[in-house]
């Protein structure tokens, strides 16, 4: 026998009253959800501190190691690269260089050499020999004896052409050559800093060094891949006379010839690292074990050659031990700190998992309320039953905070 169709104002009392649960278990899910967002960001900062913690004190202990294993000057170190640059017989950079050293004073007077900063190996450091040949054997011999200077007018007094745009031997660096006995054999490569597309984000200004402010690669999780170390072009250590070369517009030299040199070149620990943060990896990538990634997506495998031209090693330490300690406690707090957020962040996703249970639950019981027999005899309106809640939207119009609540 079939039960009688309950009155109307039951039914939507009812449906009233099972909706408000569903709309109470809805504010709870976004409750659940901007917590662990909230936390997420929190645990990524604390990473991106205790990375750049790493890199200073790697630094310091890469030019500790350095002092301690080489009694050479920084002045030697560059003395050096210089020698190489000079071993590379007929090229433009090797005869400027000989110029400059055996014609010092005479040279510097030259309007042409006048107008030539230098060469990018001898414009900037790093902090051990192992990144010196990396970054050197990734950018190649063109690039590292390439001249830098800072206008189009220093460019164009390198080189003259006649009407048929036929070098003129006669003057220009072929000239200066032919003068000393020397000549230059093939092309080379000249960078202009005021042609260069500077970076067209932030520098760090409080930064010495003025690094560029990069956004690191961040895993699905919102946390750094493994073995990410740093980006190359805020590896280059810059002399205070370089930190000072600026262009008509006020970019420096990081912002200008190295980021066009290395953009946004990862630097990671192994290969390994590289292969599995391929998909976080726009602009190649190289590693301390000599795996290199090129922007096209090429690998660069086989036995690693001699670098001939490779930039210099810096030799000083900048930090204080002192400053050492302090840097080592506060990876040690940030490390606990960043264990206790992960036990938060664990126990609200535990309570997301347990609210959306019940929303389903709830959600399921409005819908067989609503199919029973006693009620489909009686045509009244359905409510309709909301979706469950999602990150960032709210079916009942309710707003959410962006802030943890505790």
């Known amino acids: 026998m079939a039960l009688p169709p309950?009155?109307?104002?039951?039914?939507?009392?009812?449906?009233?009253?099972?909706?408000?649960?569903l709309k109470s278990l809805d504010l709870k899910v976004n409750h659940h959800d901007d917590n662990i967002r909230f936390l997420k960001s929190?645990?990524?900062a604390i990473e991106d501190a205790c990375i750049d913690l790493a890199i200073k004190l790697g630094n310091y202990h890469s030019s500790a190691a350095a002092v301690a294993n080489n009694d050479t000057s920084a002045q030697e170190a560059e003395q050096r690269t210089i020698q190489s640059i000079l071993d590379q017989e007929k090229t433009a950079a090797a005869i400027i260089c000989q110029m400059k050293v055996r014609y010092h004073e005479s040279a510097s007077k030259m309007p042409l050499m006048k107008n030539i900063l230098g060469f990018v190996a001898t414009l900037g450091k790093v902090n051990d020999d192992n990144l010196s040949r990396l970054f050197a054997e990734y950018l190649g011999r063109d690039n590292m004896i390439?001249?830098?200077?800072?206008?189009?007018?220093s460019v164009n007094s390198l080189e003259k052409y006649d009407k048929d745009g036929i070098i003129d031997k006669s003057s220009g660096i072929h000239g200066l050559c032919r003068s000393v006995g020397k000549f230059l054999d093939g092309r080379f490569t000249v960078f202009c800093l005021e042609n260069l597309r500077p970076f067209s984000g932030d520098v760090n200004i409080h930064d010495p060094q003025r690094r560029l402010i990069l956004h690191r690669p961040r895993l699905p999780g919102g946390e750094c891949p493994p073995?990410?170390?740093?980006?190359?072009?805020?590896?280059?250590?810059?002399?205070?006379?370089?930190?000072?070369?600026?262009?008509?517009s006020g970019h420096g030299l990081r912002e200008t010839l190295f980021y066009s040199l290395f953009s946004h070149l990862q630097v990671y620990k192994t290969r390994a690292d590289i292969q599995r943060a391929l998909p976080l990896i726009n602009d190649g990538a190289v590693s301390l074990d000599g795996g290199i990634l090129k922007p096209n997506g090429s690998f660069c495998l086989g036995d690693s050659k001699n670098?001939?031209?490779?930039?210099?090693?810096s030799i000083e330490v900048s930090s204080s031990p002192e400053n050492i300690v302090e840097m080592e406690e506060q990876i040690k707090l940030k490390n606990w700190q960043k264990e206790r957020l992960l036990e938060d962040m664990k126990r609200e996703e535990d309570l997301l998992k347990q609210v959306k249970e019940l929303y389903s639950k709830q959600k399921q019981e409005l819908t067989d309320y609503l199919t029973r027999p006693e009620l489909t005899?009686?045509?009244h309106d359905s409510p309709t039953i909301p979706s469950p809640a999602t990150p960032g939207s709210n079916p009942f119009g309710a707003k959410s905070s962006q802030k943890r609540r505790h």
């Open 307 to 313: 670098v001939e031209v490779k930039f210099p090693v």
């Open 227 to 248: 073995g990410f170390l740093g980006f190359a072009v805020n590896m280059i250590h810059l002399d205070r006379a370089h930190l000072s070369c600026l262009t008509a």
């Open 146 to 153: 390439a001249l830098v200077c800072k206008t189009s007018d």
């Open 6 to 21: 309950l009155p109307s104002q039951i039914v939507e009392f009812n449906c009233k009253v099972m909706e408000e649960k």
């Open 42 to 44: 929190e645990i990524n």
């Open 377 to 379: 005899q009686t045509p």
